[in-house]
């Protein structure tokens, strides 16, 4: 079955750019949108934003000025960029596939990684 | 943005219990909802798509329903393994929107 693994620092400096990958096993990447989400210190889910396969993302505004999301269909993983980061993005980050079924009212994300903490100091 | 509210934020349960959480749309989402189970250090686990269907796997025990704006997560015969915080997720408009969780803890 597909899994999800994220990888990359557990600690970015102040002002730095947060990078993160995320490796996707047993299937391929070349379908379905793929998406970040974050969940600081116990407080509630955060959607970063989302690549598709074909390339094409969506970010939620929130963070747009500073988020990419990319794909390398090659290996099989996406990525996430945050830029100038501080305290307010540490949080545990989340890769996730998100299924979309609009005959069906479904859009939600059906397979998630473990996440990954990351901490800014 | 659609804001998604919980509540109540928590509630304390027996085993065997009837438990009721509910989520409101600030706007009308049709039936874009998701509904999450989330346990400590854990990532989130699919419980309901599009307001009532059922994952895979997902014990009977778990139902989801809608009136309007308003959806609720009933879980029927509370079991230990249910002790955990449930969130609802709203699929309807960008960006993609999670409510405050609802934990339930042992009463």
């Known amino acids: 079955q597909v899994q999800l693994q994220e990888s990359g620092p557990g600690l970015v400096k102040p002002s730095e750019t947060l990078s993160l990958t995320c490796t996707v096993s047993?299937?391929?990447?070349?379908?379905?949108?793929w998406n970040w989400i974050r969940q600081s210190p116990g407080k509630g889910l955060e959607w970063i934003g989302y690549?598709?396969?074909?390339?094409?993302?969506n970010y939620n505004p929130s963070l747009k000025s500073r988020v990419s999301v990319s794909l390398d269909t090659s290996k099989n993983q996406f990525s996430l960029k945050l830029t100038s980061v501080t305290a307010a993005d540490t949080a545990v980050y989340y890769c996730?596939?998100?299924?979309?079924?609009?005959?069906?009212?479904?859009?939600?994300?059906?397979?998630w990684g473990q996440g990954t903490m990351v901490t800014v100091s | 943005d659609i804001q998604m509210t919980q509540s109540p934020s928590s509630v304390s349960a027996s085993v065997g219990d009837r438990v009721t959480i509910t989520c409101r749309a600030s706007?009308?989402?049709?039936?874009?909802l998701a509904w999450y189970q989330q346990k400590p250090g854990k990532a989130p686990k699919p419980l309901i798509f599009?307001?009532?269907s059922l994952q895979s796997g997902v014990p009977s025990r778990f139902s989801g329903s809608i009136s309007g704006t308003d959806f609720t997560l009933t879980i029927n015969n509370l079991q230990p393994d249910d002790f955990a915080t449930y969130y609802c997720?709203?699929?309807?408009?960008?960006?993609?929107?999670f409510g405050g969780g609802t934990k339930v803890d042992i009463k």
């Open positions: 997720q709203q699929g309807h408009s960008f960006p993609l929107t």
């Open positions: 996730a596939r998100r299924t979309v079924v609009p005959s069906l009212a479904i859009d939600a994300f059906d397979i």
């Open positions: 599009a307001a009532s």
């Open positions: 706007q009308g989402i049709v039936s874009w």
């Open positions: 047993g299937g391929s990447i070349s379908t379905y949108y």
């Open positions: 690549i598709y396969y074909t390339g094409s993302n």
